[in-house]
């Protein structure tokens, strides 16, 4: 009981004060609330029993599967229970924005069916244990576990609907912005397409989408602004149409709720030009419709987009009936403004500001407590005596140093150092770090002389004068250097271009070449004859071939060489031929001498492939493997303490 109250405090606090929903817990569907619970089950509790245990010791096996299943729900849907908000813990504002977006009812009636559930299972856990103190076997044990864990099981899984709704309500409760409904907050309404969206974005830093059509902003969203040093809260709603409540949607509801339930500054916008596609009487129809809202709330009426109509330049009758709108709200004021260029958007800042803090103190003095506390405090409030003048006391020397005009800083030099920094600010510009470097340092310099400022100041190397060893020639004979290097540089690569490369080959070299080549000729050549892929036709030919290719020779010369060569070529041909066997086809009846048929034949020929089969290098299993393996063995099933009083193995 302690626990639960300490959770039921914690949540309280949780959400009245930071109002994070952001950090709500997943909720898992029914089948996966299941899974995790089955699977932590099976990891957190022991795993192996045998019907050779003492019956009291396979009870307490059982037992503590049922009873850490059960306190696995059990925690799962209280985390659940407590993190989410109770609509009568947290603020007014939170809990009628949760009825308007999710139904009051549903959201409680499935916040209930997750506590029945609880409780259910409590019950059965309870149950089942005290049914397994009396069973007497370990058959019976089990069969009692299967059955209480299927009917929590079963529990959850009527869960799905609520679980279901559970999680989206969450994801969309997550997506909220993270409003403080205690702090001081700037609460922007009106008609849609008014120019709401595009002040919070010129006054925070936050990101609304502007479109030119009605209904661009659908959910509540949040800035932030400082002003006095202080973290202000700007809040920009959905537009209201001018209808009865019963008839808004849930879009204009939470404008409707963030009227009733913030204490907030109001800034009811106008758009006067009728670009937002309402008239003027609509909008003012819905300004006294909506003005009880406003009730005890500072109120600034915001006339928008002064870039097309300004409030002077409608008639009488449309500024009367603005005046009346004043009327009805006393303390109210008029506030023009024009987004698009910027136009009274500060001024009407620091106005809704004031009056919110105004009103704010004004209310605090009202509370009984003020009178208290008030009395306690004494603020000193100085007066005056007497007429007499009581001047500054100014030391005799300093007087007479200021007379001589010894002072070191008299009036006139304080205004000119002052003028000189303000100079120096004007020329720096806050946005740009590097428009320090254009501020004119040297404008107020005093000199002797005041064509002096802006003189180049010698720079002075070991008592001497850098530039009187500097050549003022220097630079124009660099640049000559430069542009005489370029065109060398350009001549070099024209003549590289037109430079032709030619590359002598000697006679020998040529000789060579040829000698080389009719060696690999004929070497291939009696390759071939070797392997019985070339006929004499084709060594004859290759001959006559080389031999007719043959330059610069006699016709009886080539002919001589020629049929040399195939002289040559024919005998080697020859030789090779005799010296070589005949080939022939085997016959299958010579290779089956000593077989009565060719089916063993075939069998013979089966058991010598297998024989000559390659040895298997991948370690592979096969049929010359005959260990048995041990699926059980016995130093990894048996501990050192058994059944018996020894411990042995």
């Not at 913030?262 to 300004?287: E, K, N, P």
């Not at 060398?488 to 590289?496: A, P």
Request: proline share 4%.
């Amino acid at each position: 009981s302690t626990q639960s109250t300490w959770g039921h405090l914690l949540s309280v606090y949780f959400f009245s004060v930071m109002y994070n929903f952001k950090r709500l817990p997943v909720v898992p569907n029914a089948k996966h609330f299941v899974d995790i619970v089955m699977s932590r089950t099976q990891r957190k509790t022991p795993t192996v029993v045998h019907k050779g245990y003492k019956i009291t010791r396979i009870r307490r096996f059982y037992m503590r599967k049922v009873k850490f299943t059960q306190s696995t729900i059990h925690d799962r849907i209280t985390e659940i229970l407590q993190t989410f908000p109770k609509l009568e813990d947290i603020h007014p504002f939170y809990s009628d924005l949760i009825n308007i977006l999710y139904d009051k009812d549903h959201y409680k009636v499935a916040l209930g069916q997750l506590n029945i559930v609880r409780k259910k299972v409590d019950q059965i856990s309870a149950d089942y244990v005290k049914f397994l103190k009396f069973a007497d076997s370990l058959y019976q044990c089990k069969q009692l576990k299967r059955a209480a864990m299927g009917r929590m099981a079963t529990c959850l899984k009527k869960l799905t609907g609520a679980l279901g709704y559970l999680e989206q309500v969450r994801q969309h409760l997550s997506r909220l912005p993270s409003i403080d409904p205690n702090t001081r907050t700037l609460l922007i309404t009106g008609f849609p397409n008014v120019g709401k969206s595009s002040f919070i974005n010129k006054v925070t830093r936050a990101d609304v989408e502007v479109q030119p059509y009605a209904f661009t902003t659908k959910s509540l969203f949040v800035g932030h602004t400082d002003y006095n040093y202080v973290r202000w809260q700007v809040i920009d709603t959905p537009g209201i149409l001018d209808h009865p409540l019963e008839e808004r949607n849930t879009i204009e509801m939470q404008a409707v709720n963030a009227l009733v339930h913030l204490r907030a500054c109001v800034l009811y916008f106008m758009d006067l030009s009728g670009q937002c596609g309402y008239s003027i009487d609509q909008q003012i129809s819905l300004f006294k419709n909506i003005s009880p809202l406003f009730v005890g709330k500072p109120l600034v009426i915001v006339i928008n987009k002064t870039d097309l109509v300004k409030l002077e330049d409608c008639n009488s009758e449309v500024q009367s009936q603005i005046k009346s709108m004043i009327d009805e709200c006393p303390g109210s004021d008029i506030v023009q403004i024009s987004t698009l260029n910027d136009e009274g958007v500060v001024d009407l800042k620091t106005k809704a500001c004031e009056k919110l803090l105004n009103s704010r103190i004004e209310e605090k003095e009202k509370h009984r407590k003020y009178e208290s506390i008030k009395n306690r405090i004494y603020v000193s409030e100085p007066k005056k005596r007497d007429d007499s003048d009581r001047s500054p006391f100014i030391p005799e020397s300093v007087l007479q140093a200021k007379a001589l005009g010894k002072f070191p800083m008299n009036d006139e030099a304080r205004k000119a150092l002052k003028d000189q920094k303000k100079h120096a600010e004007m020329m720096y510009d806050i946005s740009d770090p590097n428009s320090l470097q254009n501020v004119d340092l040297r404008a107020k310099w005093d000199l002797a002389n005041p064509e002096w400022k802006y003189d180049v100041v010698p720079e002075i190397f070991e008592g001497k004068n850098i530039a009187d060893w500097i050549d003022p020639d220097i630079d124009d004979k660099l640049r000559e250097l430069e542009e005489e290097e370029v065109e060398r540089l350009k001549q070099e690569e024209l003549e590289q271009s037109n430079r032709k490369e030619v590359f002598q080959v000697s006679a020998i070299s040529k000789q060579a070449v040829k000698n080389i080549k009719e060696k690999i000729k004929i070497k291939r050549a009696i390759n071939q004859v070797n392997k019985g892929n070339t006929t004499h036709t084709a060594v004859t030919k290759l001959a006559n071939e080389r031999a007719h290719s043959r330059v610069g020779r006699s016709k009886r010369a080539r002919s001589a060489s020629a049929a040399e060569k195939v002289e040559e070529i024919t005998s080697a041909v020859r030789s090779a031929s005799l010296s070589r066997a005949r080939s022939h086809t085997p016959n299958p009846k010579n290779s089956a001498r000593g077989l009565s048929n060719m089916q063993e034949f075939e069998k013979v020929r089966a058991l010598e492939s297998l024989a000559n089969r390659r040895r298997r290098k991948e370690a592979r299993k096969g049929e010359g493997d005959h260990h048995v393996p041990d699926f059980k063995p016995k130093h990894l099933f048996t501990s050192g303490w058994g059944i018996g009083k020894r411990p042995r193995r």
